[in-house]
């Protein structure tokens, strides 16, 4: 079956920087996009990015753009979000969801599968 498995959360002070890292098995992924969302305290999960696993095409929220760099290595089936600059505000539960088709990539509905998810804490 389809396994989403993230890695890579912690505790960082502001203007640190995280590497998350998912790893994706079960199928192939070429036609899927894969998208990292997450979910802070008392908060809904929210979009963060997402990459197109065959074209390489990133999608980036407003509130991380310029900060966040998604990538793909797709000889090891592995996402990466490469958070710079990271601020308290960034503080929550990050999780990895793999969207079929890849439409309405910033929407949570539209993803099939879930990772477990990660925690970031980022302290003032």
């Known amino acids: 079956q389809v396994q989403l498995v993230e890695s890579g959360g912690g505790l960082v002070q502001a203007g640190g920087s995280l590497r998350l890292s998912c790893a994706a098995s079960g199928r192939t992924f070429s036609n899927y996009a894969l998208g990292w969302f997450r979910r802070a305290p008392g908060k809904e999960r929210e979009y963060v990015a997402a990459i197109s696993w065959s074209l390489g095409s990133t999608y980036y929220a407003d509130s991380v753009k310029g900060r966040f760099t998604v990538s793909r290595d797709n000889a090891n089936n592995t996402v990466y979000l490469q958070m710079n600059s990271l601020k308290p505000e960034d503080t929550a539960v990050y999780f990895c969801?793999?969207?079929?088709?890849?439409?309405?990539?910033?929407?949570?509905?539209?993803?099939?599968?879930w990772g477990q998810g990660t925690q970031v804490t980022v302290s003032s």
């Open positions: 969801g793999a969207n079929r088709g890849g439409a309405y990539y910033w929407r949570e509905y539209a993803y099939d599968y």
